[in-house]
């Protein structure tokens, strides 16, 4: 088996909540900062969506190759990703992260394979195992068109 490594730039500058940086993805520059509500830049993005980010992209790729493994048909997934963080400003902490995913192009009649199949995916996700025991990872409503 091989082991696999993965990088990423990034550029700082400032002091905590006042501060801005720039993380490099796939050569396009992302603007990151402390968000607004936590008393930060609320310049692009933030880290806690880029965790939220990095789960659910796991997670969709996940869902999509389960879904086709158990012959069930999809044509496109939407999700969505909510994450919360809790006790702010004295102990934060990332307490929950959610996916819902919305299966386009599905059977309708067969809800409850694609719902089961949609916990598997949070199962199976190993971003979403990265985060494991540390944050509440789940699967809220499964819809699918």
């Known amino acids: 088996m091989a082991d696999l490594q993965f990088s990423t730039h ?3 500058r400032g002091t905590g ?3 801005e940086g720039v993380v ?3 050569e396009d520059g992302v603007v990151y ?3 607004a509500s936590m008393g930060g830049k609320g310049v692009g993005t933030s880290p806690e969506e880029l965790l939220i ?5 796991c997670y969709s790729g996940t869902l999509f190759r389960l879904l086709k493994k158990a012959g069930l048909p999809v044509e496109q997934l939407e999700i969505t990703a909510k994450g919360e963080v809790t006790d702010y400003p004295t102990q934060a902490k990332f307490s929950r992260l959610r996916v819902s995913p919305v299966i386009l192009g599905a059977d309708r ?3 409850e394979e694609y719902a089961r199949v949609a916990t598997q995916a949070r199962d199976h ?6 985060i494991a025991g540390n944050v509440s990872y789940d699967v809220g409503k499964v819809d699918v068109k």
């Open 10 to 12: 990034l550029k700082w």
């Open 17 to 19: 909540r006042d501060g």
């Open 24 to 26: 490099t993805l796939a």
């Open 33 to 35: 900062s402390a968000p």
């Open 53 to 57: 980010a990095a789960v659910a992209s």
């Open 109 to 111: 009649s067969r809800f």
């Open 125 to 130: 996700c190993f971003i979403g195992k990265a």
